[in-house]
């Protein structure tokens, strides 16, 4: 029997994995359907056919008709994506919540050219991790930052710490994980914007505007 090669679970961020370039499998599967296989997913010199994402559930659908069905649709403030099961395998998200958080590894799959993941293991955990995760991910992956991106971005950090005063500032962590750009570079830019007097922390962790 030959050896069986299990694939990688690539660690990587949603909005990364959707950018990716979708590759089939040229050779029709059946005469009653054009879909092609999804072979892998090319993302720089990686082929990508699992992934290991930590995201957040944000929609749970379960169909309980004769084609049993149930999606999941998951989100890590890069992008969002569905994970989808079949048959007897709905009970996988039986205990899986909106608001859950989640370490996903599973198969990608694509249908009408949309990718998503059928899920192997689900593992809930605490929302720390989506963190964690973007500054694991960060640091495997350093690039440089042009100047014009770093001006963009730290507009949209003034921007969110401004539109976040009705609720008496936004914490440091949720400004990471919702800006896509480099963890190190914006809590960088967040401790220019503190030294200019532009933004304050009323508490540690906390910022508001102060223009």
């Known amino acids: 029997m030959p050896d069986y090669k299990r694939e990688i679970a690539y660690k990587l961020r949603i909005g990364d994995l959707l950018r990716g370039n979708q590759i089939f499998d040229e050779t029709p599967q059946d005469k009653q359907t054009t879909q092609k296989r999804l072979l892998h997913i090319g993302l720089g010199d990686k082929k990508i056919v699992r992934t290991n994402i930590i995201a957040n559930v944000i929609d749970k659908y379960v169909n309980e008709g004769e084609r049993r069905f149930a999606s999941i649709t998951i989100d890590d403030g890069s992008g969002q994506i ?47 991790y989506l963190l964690v995760r973007k500054l694991e991910i960060e640091k495997a992956q350093p690039k440089q930052v042009p100047k014009e991106e770093i001006r963009a971005f730290r507009d949209q950090i003034i921007d969110k710490i401004k539109s976040s005063e009705s609720s008496e500032g936004i914490d440091t962590e949720e400004i990471i ?29 906390r910022l508001r505007y102060l223009g």
């Open 82 to 128: 569905q994970l989808r099961v079949f048959g007897e395998d709905i009970n996988k998200f039986n205990d899986l919540n909106q608001g859950d958080t989640l370490m996903i590894i599973g198969v990608l799959r694509s249908y009408n050219n949309e990718i998503y993941i059928l899920p192997e293991i689900l593992k809930k955990q605490e929302p720390k």
């Open 177 to 205: 994980l919702k800006l896509k750009a480099q963890p190190n570079l914006i809590t960088q830019e967040i401790k220019k914007l503190l030294e200019e007097g532009i933004i304050y922390e009323p508490k540690p962790g």
